[in-house]
């Protein structure tokens, strides 16, 4: 099972500002990525190397980090960004590993 | 415009084979790294197996070790899957993804900036 942990679930109102943690001890080692999936849609990188945003990811996407917990932020929450996180980062053996995932529901 | 765009999936008995590909474009297919990774029926995502940009470096998520091969044609911009021995919690979308660099075990490696729509393997007697 993963070691990095998000909180299952979250919500936020149309225009407000949420962010959605993940939490583990590799996160002191190695930067973390933030993966936006929808249904029957392809995934998509919306934070990389902490917080770097891939060309064409609305600026309301940022991530930053702390000790082992790293967060994403969307600043003015779009109905379009109602969708499941993942955050992802090295483990220890230096392959990957993703988080359970956060579903993200924008009333 | 990146596409990546997967075929190959179905419905297998436990203990069959099934090759998964992954065709690319818009894109130097052979300046980057490349990864399968897959997500089970209401579970997350998890890493498969990825390849460097020239199949030196090759790696695989335990559950899989032994049993898939990732491999690839620079030639023809396609990644495969070779998946032996299936059993039924390979069950899941299998999607093909791009690493940002050509060799996935740098230090910026496993930053997947593209994947396809994914494939679906249903693992079942």
């Known amino acids: 099972s993963s070691e990095l942990t998000q909180d299952p679930a979250v919500s936020v109102a149309l225009g407000q500002t949420v962010r959605i943690t993940c939490q583990g001890d590799s996160l002191r080692s190695y930067d973390a990525n933030w993966y936006q999936l929808k249904p029957l849609q392809a995934p998509v990188l919306v934070i990389y190397a902490k917080n770097n945003r891939p060309s064409g990811i609305p600026d309301r996407f940022s991530g930053s980090a702390s000790g082992n917990t790293v967060s994403l932020t969307i600043t003015g929450a779009q109905a379009e960004d109602d969708a499941v996180y993942y955050c992802s980062s090295r483990d220890r053996s230096g392959d990957v590993e993703f988080g359970g995932g956060t579903s993200l529901t924008v009333l | 415009e990146v596409k990546l765009v997967e075929s190959g999936g179905g419905l297998v008995q436990p203990g069959r084979s099934l090759r998964l590909s992954c065709g690319a474009s818009?894109?130097?297919?052979?300046?980057?790294?490349m990864h399968w990774v897959r997500q089970a029926p209401g579970k997350g995502l998890e890493w498969v197996a990825g390849?460097?940009?020239?199949?030196?470096?090759?790696g695989y998520a335990d559950s899989v070790k032994g049993r898939f091969t990732i491999s690839r044609d620079n030639a023809k911009n396609c990644l495969y899957l070779q998946m032996n021995s299936l059993r039924v919690e390979d069950t899941a979308f299998y999607y093909c993804?791009?690493?940002?660099?050509?060799?996935?075990?740098?230090?910026?490696?496993?930053?997947?900036?593209?994947w396809g729509q994914g494939t679906l393997v249903t693992v079942s007697s």
């Open positions: 390849l460097s940009w020239n199949s030196g470096s090759i």
């Open positions: 993804a791009k690493d940002m660099v050509f060799n996935y075990y740098d230090s910026s490696g496993f930053r997947f900036d593209y």
């Open positions: 818009g894109f130097t297919f052979d300046d980057y790294a």
